[in-house]
């Protein structure tokens, strides 16, 4: 089994350094370009292997994806030399790996296309809710069928779906709103959609960028049938969620002090940059100019010896709103982390949604921090950890599979009083392609990565 082994450095983190590509940003430029009968050029794609689900999906469909650089040119099926006969009655079959974004926002576009669908995914994506982005969908006159809640999902593809045009469809999920919106741009109705809570709004902003008809009221939004009929250019900013595990290493590792240029600075995204500054952390981000409707620019991180707790509860009208528990729901396990080298308690409540992840990462998150020797009190919605602790290493970390668990440990060994052990560390690729080398390197690359191949004891 590969593992890669986690030693404390022996200098401070300095330097510059680029974030990784957009992932969600990514998922939406496929997905919506799909739309297009033309060319749509995505200019530095995100490479993950979550991304990598969503452009294979397409490709199952016959578009074809053209890589060339750092430019993905996805261009519409080509025409048939005769006229198609029945639609597909046999299912085709298409495997999302572990991508639940790809699962959940390809159910819209397949909504909308003729034929019979079947998604699956690996074990993990195999026990995720789908109902969510199912159960709205048969509003608009969409055939899906979850099994239990979960995959397979079969879709009965419409080339003429209805459309919804009654009362808003409450939504809370950026992943449902983008699937909604998807099949609502195809259908002969279109779709209204209310947002009932704080959401990613990257597929709003990707909607204007491309000039579909769009628009936003009092967090309604109305999405009319559309088609897309140019040559399309979309740039990818940096991944923020990619880049925290960078500003949380510069945080925790003393005398350190990087920058990460080229970062998507939505706001919707900047949550757990609120949630480190509330805590104390030297932590300043500014936005430098913007890419295909998005913000960007870079983020400045020190070590911050005097960090102390919060209260992150949106259940408890009494506490102070720091940041947006829902908005930074992918860097809760790093914030725990943090939160053990912060001086008094950190809670962290309303993040029941950790439970359904890659992971339940509530659970993980907990037993990775008592794996290093740290002290955590796990909660039904989030956890509570008093610091400041010692965390000692010396240990195999078991991240249950999950990118994000297993890239928090990462950090978390630059910390550790003795060096840990990671198997199976090629999981971060979901996200972060190539974290390990980008961590190993960061600063003046005193960072010590070693790779090996050897059989880790349980």
Same mark, same amino acid.
């Given at each position: ?9 022996? #200098? ?11 992932? #969600? ?5 496929? =997905? ?11 200019? !530095?794609? #995100? ?31 080509? =025409? ?17 790996? !572990? ?21 699956t995914g690996d074990d993990s994506l195999r026990k995720r809710p789908?109902e969510r982005a199912a159960a709205p969908l048969r509003? =608009? ?6 099994? !239990? ?219 990775? =921090? ?82 090996? !191949? ?5």
């Amino acid at each position: 089994m590969e593992i890669i082994q986690i030693s404390r450095p022996d #200098s401070p983190l300095r330097g510059q350094i680029s974030a990784p590509a957009d992932k #969600s940003i990514t998922h939406r430029a496929l =997905l919506f370009g799909a739309l297009n009968s033309r060319a749509t050029h995505i200019l !530095n794609p #995100s490479r993950s292997a979550d991304c990598l689900a969503t452009a294979n999906l397409l490709q199952s469909l016959g578009y074809r994806l053209l890589a060339e650089g750092n430019e993905l040119t996805l261009l519409p099926p080509e =025409l048939p030399s005769e006229p198609p006969s029945t639609p597909r009655s046999e299912p085709l079959w298409i495997d999302c790996h !572990n991508s639940g974004t790809t699962a959940r926002m390809s159910l819209g576009l397949l909504s909308a296309t003729s034929g019979v669908f079947r998604l699956t995914g690996d074990d993990s994506l195999r026990k995720r809710p789908m109902e969510r982005a199912a159960a709205p969908l048969r509003l =608009l006159g969409a055939t899906v069928q979850t099994s !239990n809640g979960t995959m397979p999902i079969t879709i009965h593809g419409n080339g003429e779906l209805k459309g919804y045009r009654g009362a808003p469809i409450p939504v809370a999920s950026a992943q449902v709103w983008t699937a909604l919106a998807l099949a609502g741009a195809r259908s002969q109705a279109g779709v209204i959609l209310r947002q009932t809570t704080p959401m990613r709004d990257h597929s709003a902003r990707m909607m204007q960028h491309l000039g579909l008809p769009l628009s936003i009221a009092n967090d309604v939004a109305t999405i009319q049938p559309a088609t897309l009929d140019a040559e399309i250019f979309i740039t990818i900013p940096g991944d923020l969620s990619g880049a925290a595990f960078l500003v949380a290493a510069a945080v925790l590792v003393p005398g350190s002090h990087l920058v990460i240029s080229n970062v998507g600075l939505n706001p919707t995204r900047i949550a757990f940059l609120q949630a480190l500054r509330g805590m104390g952390a030297q932590v300043q981000w500014a936005i430098e100019g913007e890419v295909s409707n998005e913000p960007c620019g870079s983020i400045t991180a020190e070590y911050s010896p005097k960090m102390h707790g919060i209260e992150l509860d949106p259940t408890n009208p009494n506490s102070p709103p720091i940041a947006s528990i829902a908005e930074m729901m992918d860097e809760l396990p790093l914030l725990a982390l943090v939160a053990a080298r912060a001086k008094g308690t950190t809670v962290v409540r309303g993040a029941a949604e950790l439970r359904v992840k890659e992971s339940d990462r509530i659970s993980q998150t907990a037993a990775v =921090l008592r794996e290093l020797g740290g002290e955590i009190e796990e909660l039904e919605d989030g956890f509570r950890i008093t610091g400041v602790q010692e965390l000692e290493g010396g240990c195999n970390i078991d991240h249950a599979g999950d990118h994000r668990i297993c890239m928090m440990a990462g950090v978390a060994g630059l910390i550790t009083n003795q060096p840990i052990e990671i198997p199976n560390p090629s999981v971060a690729e979901v996200s972060f392609p190539r974290f390990w080398e980008v961590l190993a390197g960061v600063g003046e690359g005193n960072v010590e990565c070693r790779m090996s !191949n050897r059989v880790v004891p349980k």
